[in-house]
């Protein structure tokens, strides 16, 4: 397919926002979220998605599910696959599968809890939250699910509420390292919309590990959508050649044949990366991996210096291994 890598704005904002909606929405605050760059994908989803040729949906890279919330709820999708490498994260997603009520009830717990504080007892409130849940990791069963599991996952939604700028960062033990965010009244549940993610995923399958193992899903009646840990923007970064997920360069490349393998099968396949070129216009990494394909060029707000909360606006690459057809 002939590559092309003209830049545009998004011409069409057809639909509203989920939440606008009354529709599911990411229950996770997640760095990489995708929610503002829906409408550019939207207008480059394949045609077949929306005619009910492809209706199975598999995103290998989940975080915080925007994209995947999107589109089961949009397009009529029978089956999803939804796969990532975090632990916590997947923890996270298969206990609102299989005990949305009992989280619920203890994370209406801790609202109550929290809101009758003072400043300091909030404070307090959650340094014990994050020592727990850091002091229980270690030997904790993230392979067999149990009655833990729903604890854990109400300890990591009431630190991704209430931490600073809603992060998930963990040092290079897996403690979960992020300071208090003195938010005033931070929604630390919210009821309605654990039900409605909790009734979606009963038609997906999830994966914990490394996005490899979501190919035996993936076949000729597959949309999969790849969000991969972006590549180190800054110069300096750059040499580490890691990103803050331990996703290399060699990662990138593994993850180019992985496309192509997924091209073969007769898959659509949509990706989605930062563009090497907003910090080196000579930087051809991607255009070189994907020149098999399509690729396209959209602007995107992002956090762009992880110190600090620099925004800004860059390019997006979107790569795809189909012809778009504008409806
Ligand atoms: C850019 S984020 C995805 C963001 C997501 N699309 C959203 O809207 O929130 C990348 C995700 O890839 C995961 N990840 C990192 N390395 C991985 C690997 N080798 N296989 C699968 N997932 C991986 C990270 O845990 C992270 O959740």
């Excluded at 409605?196 to 995923?201: G, P, T």
């Excluded at 192509?260 to 898959?267: F, H, N």
Aim: hydrophobic residues 35%; aromatic residues 12%.
């Amino acid at each position: 397919m002939g590559g092309s890598s003209g830049i545009r704005r998004s011409p069409v904002r057809r639909r509203r926002c989920n939440q606008e909606n009354g529709l599911a929405v990411p229950f996770f605050k997640w760095a990489g979220g995708k929610n503002q760059l829906i409408p550019d994908f939207e207008e480059r989803f394949p045609v077949e998605l929306r005619n009910g040729h492809l209706d199975r949906y598999v995103e290998p890279f989940i975080g915080g599910g925007a994209v995947f919330l999107y589109v089961v709820q949009h397009f009529p999708i029978k089956e999803s696959i939804i796969c990532d490498i975090n632990e916590e994260l997947i923890l996270t997603y298969q206990v609102i599968k299989q005990d949305v009520d009992p989280l619920i009830s203890l994370l209406s717990g801790y609202q109550e809890e929290y809101d009758g504080l003072d400043d300091s007892g909030r404070t307090s409130f959650f340094y014990r939250m994050r020592d727990e849940m850091n002091g229980e990791r270690k030997g904790f069963d993230f392979s067999g699910y149990g009655t833990a599991w729903v604890k854990r996952a109400a300890q990591l939604l009431f630190l991704n509420r209430t931490c600073f700028n809603g992060l998930f960062r963990v040092n290079s033990k897996g403690a979960f390292n992020v300071p208090f965010g003195r938010y005033k009244n931070p929604r630390i549940v919210h009821p309605s919309n654990l039900l409605k993610v909790s009734s979606l995923l009963s038609h997906t399958t999830i994966l914990l590990g490394d996005f490899s193992i979501s190919r035996e899903y993936i076949n000729d009646q597959t949309f999969v959508y790849i969000d991969p840990p972006y590549r180190p923007l800054s110069k300096t970064s750059k040499f580490t050649s890691y990103s803050r997920d331990g996703f290399s360069e060699d990662d990138q490349v593994r993850l180019s044949r992985f496309f192509s393998e997924l091209d073969t099968t007769g898959a659509k396949v949509m990706l989605s990366n930062s563009d090497p070129k907003n910090e080196d216009p000579d930087d051809h990494f991607f255009d070189d991996l994907y020149r098999e394909f399509r690729m396209e060029r959209v602007l995107a707000k992002r956090m762009i210096n992880s110190v600090g909360d620099k925004r800004g606006e860059i390019n997006e690459i979107i790569v795809m291994n189909y012809h778009v057809q504008n409806l």
